[in-house]
């Protein structure tokens, strides 16, 4: 698991593209996820003071959704397709959409973290994790595990209909580092991708007995 030298050259050459043009965070952010991580990307709304940038007073979620009129940036991506894309959306925040490369277990932050300890321990295949400023830790599994989690979790005795820990899948988004949340502050990697991971993301099976109990545990 890691980067191999061709890949770690091209992290090198996206960082140092941004830094000669003077690119942002988030156009770096994006060429990464499109570019060496084969994510498509969508601009999202931004939220300040409690207000929307996606301009609509009505908004459920304000800071917290992709731009309806933003096309996604689609994975291969270079830099300077990025950053002719996100010139039209400045300030976008980088969203992901769920259900493609990726689906996501989410559970409260603190026993997100607890559990990927346990997980590390243990020695098991891992995914990326990110930690959101609201107080969620997002696992990302194989695409297609949303669905499976309810089943799944009956079969391991984790039948419990207040248990902390749900499935996100096609037709969602995440906000992804170095982004702003709702308003709250960035999103945070607490295990960052690497090609492994990221291309190729692990069963959700070999990850929810461990995020089961442990949610269990932190609620009892």
Do not use: N, Q
């Not at 770096?28 to 498509?40: F, I, K, N, Q, R």
């Not at 595990?145 to 820990?165: T, V």
Request: positive net charge.
């Amino acid at each position: 698991m890691g980067f191999t030298i061709g890949s770690s050259r091209s992290m090198r050459d996206i960082r140092s593209g941004s830094r000669r043009r003077g690119r942002t965070s988030e156009c770096t952010a994006v060429a990464e996820y499109t570019g060496l991580w084969g994510w498509d990307v969508v601009p999202g709304a931004r939220a300040a003071a409690g207000a929307c940038s996606c301009g609509r007073g009505d908004c459920r979620a304000p800071g917290a959704h992709p731009l309806d009129f933003a096309p996604e940036v689609p994975a291969g991506a270079t830099l300077d397709e990025v950053s002719d894309s996100w010139a039209e959306f400045p300030g976008a925040a980088v969203m992901l959409p769920v259900g493609r490369a990726f689906d996501v277990i989410e559970v409260a932050e603190p026993a997100g973290r607890r559990a990927l300890v346990r997980l590390e321990r243990m020695g098991l295949p891992l995914g990326p994790v990110t930690a959101t400023p609201d107080g969620r830790a997002h696992f990302l599994v194989a695409p297609g595990s949303a669905p499976e989690l309810p089943a799944l979790l009956y079969r391991m005795g984790w039948d419990d209909p207040h248990l902390d820990l749900r499935g996100l899948g096609p037709g969602t988004h995440i906000t992804a580092p170095p982004s702003d949340r709702a308003g709250l502050g960035p999103v945070r990697w607490l295990r960052p991708p690497d090609l492994d991971s990221a291309r190729k993301p692990p069963a959700a099976r070999l990850l929810l007995g461990t995020l089961a109990y442990v949610a269990h545990r932190s609620r009892a």
